[in-house]
Nanobody
Framework: QLQLVESGGGLVQPGGSLRLSCAAS????????IGWFRQAPGKEREGVSC????????NYVDSVKGRFTISRDNAKNTVYLQMNSLKPEDTAVYYC????????????????????WGQGTQVTVSS
């Protein structure tokens, strides 16, 4: 069974850090570009950061540039999202997703490209 499982979410104060993990089972992650998306209450889901299958291409939404870093460890079949300097507006459910196509060279955070989704992990930034 193909599955993506996110972990690492939680409650953190503004300015704090969290590292999210996206672990795959049932398939090899290193064939696929992986994206992190988030959805805040009452808002549409948005692309946060994406990484190509090789890790050579990454993409970030403007609001997280310089604060978030996406990386992958294909040996562990896991993709990470390091989130620093967190702000209340980062509060959302964070989802990881795998590209529907293998070996995409360029990282693109268009949700329509992704067809395998995890269940999400809650991130709450509050004092």
């Amino acid at each position: 069974q193909l599955q993506l499982v996110e972990s690492g979410g939680g409650l953190v104060q503004p300015g704090g850090s969290l590292r999210l993990s996206c672990a795959a089972s049932g398939f090899t992650l290193d064939y696929y570009a992986i994206g992190w998306f988030r959805q805040a209450p009452g808002k549409e889901r948005e692309g946060v950061s994406c990484i190509s299958s090789s890790g050579g291409s990454t993409n970030y939404v403007d609001s997280v540039k310089g604060r978030f870093t996406i990386s992958r460890d294909n040996a562990k079949n896991t993709v990470y999202l390091q989130m620093n300097s967190l702000k209340p507006e980062d509060t959302a459910v964070y989802y990881c997703a795998a590209d529907s196509r293998i070996y995409r060279v360029k990282a693109m955070c268009n949700m329509t490209l992704y067809d395998q989704w995890g269940q999400g992990t809650q991130v709450t930034v509050s004092s």
